[in-house]
């Protein structure tokens, strides 16, 4: 049932996990998430704020052959199956071909990671750097080690915590003589040094990487990510975590000092987070994005190899069916995640505009600020308490880039209109003023409005555009509790 060859095992691998991501973009077109959303939208920049710079390069230059959003999540597939090869070859360095094989196919339908780095999230090209760095540093070669692990150091700061581990563990192979101490620092630590000098810092002032405030409650944070990674591991892939667990425990594998190396660093990580300034806005100190599950469910997923040989038939029984459910798992994930409301609705506005704005037309879209706002205060309190006055201004003007209502930007991003033709009220700074025009292509005027239910008008002229859009709409979209009144202006009407 295992194929022999490890080249046929890494085509079955990498051709899985891009069936499956491939699958559900199909399935499943609409964007999901907020940071995914921002880089699109941002994609001709390569710094933002705090962010480590490579996935929005990347992005940066695929955006230069095409802007589709479809091409775009196929690269992220391409990135997916990347990193499945990569969890291939790394737990091929600790159990037989048959073994890793199986754990990766866990690892490529892991019905969290797969649905997620189908978007342009930045946790599945980290992973990739940081596997491909420890398979190579095991195999001792130093250089293509170090520039993986660079890689993923220029992607999440999560990352960083395998550099001093991976220095140390080359340094002490070299006995701590100066030269190799000296290799070790650029080898494994030239990523992080390059951007520390670069940014004079973690990052630009007005950002923040760093809480050095410690509270007990962020113990809680660990006690998150934990469940977090037991409820989206399919139950199969728990079990032989267990008895890999076991296994290792068994036959005395816990001596290998390769484990001690991910022992280390997923320590370093942990403590790490505990520090993190960025915590979630709903209770930013117990809670962080639970996409730092990532590494947490790698590394459960890599127990899960030690079983394989040890428990061959039971292994393989449960191999199978955790490849199964995790499929099954990826797609209802996806499916619930693209079914809320505020995320459907998005997609179904920027569907029709699509559909019946004429070329020379532009559209004003009236949307709630709330998240934004909340959002904003979050951050630019933050930034006043990590930075002082001069950090607060800093973030201001950071902020100011991308202050649009939340709704508009998931139907810009959708949208083949683009932010000269489909423009938010008020427009954000630097554009359009709720005393001006929408400026769209030198037209001073809008020619269709869309009014959210929730929108909460600002002045007498949105209130009245509201009340025109809700009282005589040319379509009305829903989707669950949230809707969309959409407005054509006739030619002689007067229009915003």
Known sequence: ????????????????????????????????????????????????????????????????????????????????ALAAIGFYLLAADFVDRPAAF?????????????????????EILMLAGLMFAWHFFFAEDWLLSGICLGLACLTRFEAWAACPVLAFAYARRERFKPGPLLKAAIVFGWAPLAWIVFRRGLAQEGAYVLDRSFTVWRLERLAYIGWITATNTAIPTLLLAAAGAAAIVARGAWRDRRLWIIGAFLALFSVALLFSAHGLMSDPATRVTSREAHIPIMAV??????????????????????????????????????????????????????????????????????LVSASLRMYLDKARETGGEAGLRAAIAIASANLAP????????????????????????????AAGGVGCGGAQTANWIAVWNDFVPADDRSTEWARLAVSHPAAVLRWGDRSVAVYRFADAEPRP
């Open 406 to 433: 939340v709704d508009y930007q998931r139907t810009l991003v959708h949208s083949r209109l683009g932010p000269d033709r489909l423009k938010p009220y008020p427009e954000s700074p630097g554009g359009l003023s």
């Open 1 to 80: 049932m295992t194929p022999r060859s490890p080249a046929v095992q890494i085509a079955l691998v990498a051709g899985t996990a891009v069936a499956l991501r491939l699958w559900l973009i199909l399935a499943f077109p609409i964007l999901f998430g907020g940071d995914s959303m921002v880089r699109i939208l941002n994609r001709d920049r390569v710094l933002l704020a705090h962010q480590l710079p490579l996935l929005q390069l990347l992005l940066y230059l695929l955006t230069r052959i095409s802007t589709d959003l479809f091409f775009i999540r196929l690269f992220m597939t391409a990135i997916g």
């Open 301 to 370: 997923t890599l127990l899960a190899a030690f079983a394989f040989p040890r428990y061959r038939r039971a292994s393989l029984a449960l191999g199978v069916l955790g490849v199964l459910l995790g499929i099954y798992g990826s797609f209802h994930w996806i499916a619930h995640e693209t079914s809320r409301p505020e995320i459907r609705l998005g997609y179904e506005l920027a569907r029709y505009l699509d559909s019946h704005v004429r070329p020379e037309e532009c559209v004003l879209v009236l949307a709630n600020r709330t």
């Open 102 to 122: 199986w754990a990766a196919l866990l690892f490529a339908t892991n019905p969290y990671i797969a649905p997620i780095s189908t978007t342009p999230y930045q």
